[in-house]
């Protein structure tokens, strides 16, 4: 079994799915490709052949395995490994605090995890609706090295839970931990493959089995790949990428990411609670059901239908000060992928 999950990089599902449902492979990255019709308006938001149900398909069977989920309140401890400017912390954080903040303006953060506490465990018992900020872990020195593989991710941390100084706090109940690269760090599979994924820890090698995520910043390596829409690949010529909406390429495109991560690490955090496909090793989680959909009458090519901010930025949803964009989720309830920006809420 891989022990990675390798899951993640934006946009467009539509046939994808259906090849990845039946090949079963993780590893089929996510690639943009050129436009179907050659327009640079491509992301126009206009509606162009409106589906109602996005992503729906009949070759979704997601199941539940009987595993946890995470019901009780949930704990983000975030390791920064590398170099990271406040400000960049900051979005990050503030997209983390929006989760379950009460207050912001529809359609809004807390409302797109309203999709994910649809999801219960085997008593009936939803997922958190409260996602906290923990402890953070500062690991500026690159304490192994600027290119990691599945398995050093692991002692980055551990090292992080068992330092000398103010070490994470290990709280298996809720407890989530975080790892963000910067933009020069390579992380096995990053880029071909991967933008993040999720796993849980080792008792062999951390000492416990804890649920943690990668999510690396792609400025440097793969902005196009990683960091879409917000810059488009050489190959797709014409096509102009979105202004970000925090004005930070990388950062933000490592929030639709980050959501991505933790919608999977609560609904199936030891990998055997909420996936589709037939294999456990090659999991189909409620995040990769709809990558590529942020909005109304999105898949194939195609976001969805999205703002424009005043200042021209491109977002899909408020957090508590700032706007992010943000990809859906799978509702099982319903069968198709929901976001609190769905025009017919
Ligand atoms: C797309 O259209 C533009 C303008 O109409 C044109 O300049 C460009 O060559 C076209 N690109 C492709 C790949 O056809
Ligand atoms: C969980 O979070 C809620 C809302 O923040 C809080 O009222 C409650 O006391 C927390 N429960 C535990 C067990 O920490
Ligand atoms: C809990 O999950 C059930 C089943 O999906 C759903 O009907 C209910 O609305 C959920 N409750 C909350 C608070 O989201």
New binding site residues.
Partial sequence: MRQGYPRRCPALLGLTLVTVLLFLSPVIGWRPR?WPH?K?NAYDHTFGDSKKFEGSSEFVHLKYHMGPVLTANITVHTIWYGIWERNQKKVIREFISSISAANSKHPSVAGWWKTVQLYTDQTGSNISRTVRLGAEKNDRFYSHGKSLTRLSIQSVIKSAVTAKTKPLPISPKGGLYLLLTSPDVYVQDFCGQVCGFHYFTFPSIVGYTLPYAWVGNSAKLCPGVCAYPFAVPDYI??LKPLKSPNGDIGVDGMVSVIGHELAELATNPLVNAWYAGQDPSFPVEIADLCEGIYGTGGGGSYTGQLFSGEDGATFNMNGIRRRFLVQWVWNHVVSYCTGPNALDQ
């Fill in positions: 050129p050659n640079t010529p014409g």
